[in-house]
Structure formats: structure tokens, C-alpha cells
Nanobody, 121 residues
Framework: QVQLVESGGGLVQAGDSLRLSCAASGRSFSSYAMAWFRQAPGKEREFVATISGSGGRTYYTDSVKGRFTISRDNAKNTVYLQMNSLKPEDTAVYYC??????????????WGQGTQVTVSS
């Protein structure tokens, strides 16, 4: 069983930055991939970024490439999402998730409860 707890969301203006964190419980954090998803009001949940267990490989959805960076600190059992140049269309609930393997189309086994990010224009 893995528990994931996100933090760092908030209300910002367009062009600002935010860093989301996701703390994971349980053992063997470095053995599985981690991902961020988001869900905007009235829309389906969508993939944002994923990172391998070692942190050496990452994948992003096209709309965030060059603006968002996923990273992890395996000593702290934490994965991060650094979000720069935020846009109103980035407004969503952001979810952390774990996947046994790294894939471009993650199939998470565990999910966090989500953290709200609101970007005003």
C-alpha cells in the first residue's frame, strides 16, 4: 500500500510559478515511476508528466513542455512538479500518482487526493 499526499497548490496570476510536492509513504519509493495528472472543471483527468524511479527519464504532455519540470528526491520519498509561466488553462486539480513502470501513458496504481491550482488572468 502506498499513500500519496500532495501539497503546494494555490491561487496565482498568469506568468507566476508554483512548485507542487507529493510525499509518498511505504517502502521502495525509488523502484516505481511517479506521475502528475490534472483535472480541470468539466474535463477528464489528463496526464501531465512522469518520471522514472531513478529520476533519469521523464515524459511530458505537449502543453507543458518547456514550462513544467518533474523531479524526485528518493531520499525524501518525494516527487515535485515545478510549474513556470503558468497560464489560466493550467487551472485544475493536480494529482500525484504511482506506476510500477515508466510509460508515456501511465497506468497509476495509487493516487493522491489532489491539490487545487488556480491561475488568474
Amino acid at each position: 500500500q502506498v499513500q500519496l499526499v500532495e501539497s503546494g497548490g494555490g491561487l496565482v496570476q498568469a506568468g507566476d510559478s508554483l512548485r507542487l510536492s507529493c510525499a509518498a509513504s511505504g517502502r521502495s519509493f525509488s523502484s516505481y515511476a511517479m506521475a502528475w495528472f490534472r483535472q480541470a472543471p468539466g474535463k477528464e483527468r489528463e496526464f501531465v508528466a512522469t518520471i522514472s524511479g531513478s529520476g533519469g527519464r521523464t515524459y511530458y504532455t505537449d502543453s507543458v513542455k518547456g514550462r513544467f519540470t518533474i523531479s524526485r528526491d528518493n531520499a525524501k520519498n518525494t516527487v515535485y512538479l515545478q510549474m513556470n509561466s503558468l497560464k489560466p488553462e493550467d487551472t485544475a486539480v493536480y494529482y500525484c500518482a504511482s506506476d510500477p513502470v515508466l510509460r508515456r501513458d501511465p497506468r497509476p496504481v495509487y493516487w493522491g487526493q489532489g491539490t487545487q491550482v488556480t491561475v488568474s488572468s
